[in-house]
């Protein structure tokens, strides 16, 4: 698993052992940022399920503010810091070890990019888009990401927010929200 470009190109980045993190894989993840790539420089991005930390990681490769992690496992958390240090991005990131719910409700900042890549099939990707919309934690003109299994059906969200186009790999499937000003 390796930064795909910007300032930190070619990082390999640790990852955790076991089945319980499934990072994204490499083709998905330069369609990602393919998708995205005119929306992050600048930008305070929110990566909710961080996992290894590699999106939000590519995220300041590229040239984002600043880069909030949460993680609910400590171990999960712990990996994240120590592959933000690799790549040199301390001074540009925050990582929370706490569940995504209470991180949601209880932030007082906006985000312009939020990364939802939670286990797949665990209903946690619905609650948390609900969750974000409900309390607005996008900025405006800002966008979400969502990665989830090809044949999970997301929903509309209320205004501002509009759903946008799915984008199909396989059996995965990226879907954007956009939040209108």
Same mark, same amino acid.
């Given at each position: 698993?390796?930064?795909?470009? *910007? ?10 052992? =076991?089945? /319980? ?10 369609? $990602? ?8 420089? =600048?930008?305070?991005?929110?990566? #909710? &399920?961080? *996992?290894?930390?590699? $999106? *939000? ?11 909030? &992690? ?7 958390? @712990? ?6 240090? #690799?790549?040199? &991005? ?7 070890? =706490?569940?995504? #719910?209470?991180? #949601?409700? *209880? !932030?007082? /900042? ?11 099939? !665990?209903?946690?990707? /619905?609650? @948390? $888009? ?9 900025? /405006? ?12 059906? $997301?929903?509309?969200? !209320?205004?501002?927010?509009?759903? =946008? ?17």
């Amino acid at each position: 698993m390796r930064v795909i470009t *910007g300032t930190a190109r070619g990082r390999k980045l640790k990852e955790l052992q =076991g089945m /319980e993190t499934r990072p994204t894989t490499d083709k998905v993840k330069e369609s $990602l940022f393919n998708i995205i790539q005119f929306d992050i420089e =600048g930008r305070r991005v929110l990566d #909710l &399920f961080g *996992g290894t930390g590699q $999106l *939000g990681i590519e995220c300041l490769s590229r040239g984002a503010a600043h880069c909030t &992690f949460v993680d609910i496992r400590k171990e999960a958390a @712990a990996l994240i810091r120590d592959n933000v240090a #690799l790549c040199g &991005f301390t001074d540009r990131a925050r990582v929370v070890q =706490g569940d995504y #719910l209470s991180f #949601l409700t *209880g !932030s007082r /900042e906006k985000f312009d990019l939020i990364l939802l890549d939670p286990p797949y099939a !665990s209903g946690l990707l /619905e609650k @948390a $888009l609900e969750t974000a919309a409900g309390i607005d934690i996008l900025s /405006e003109n800002g966008i979400m990401v969502c990665e989830s299994a090809a044949e999970t059906a $997301l929903p509309a969200l !209320s205004m501002p927010y509009r759903k =946008g186009k799915d984008y199909r790999y396989g059996k995965i499937k990226l879907t954007v929200y956009h939040r209108d000003a």
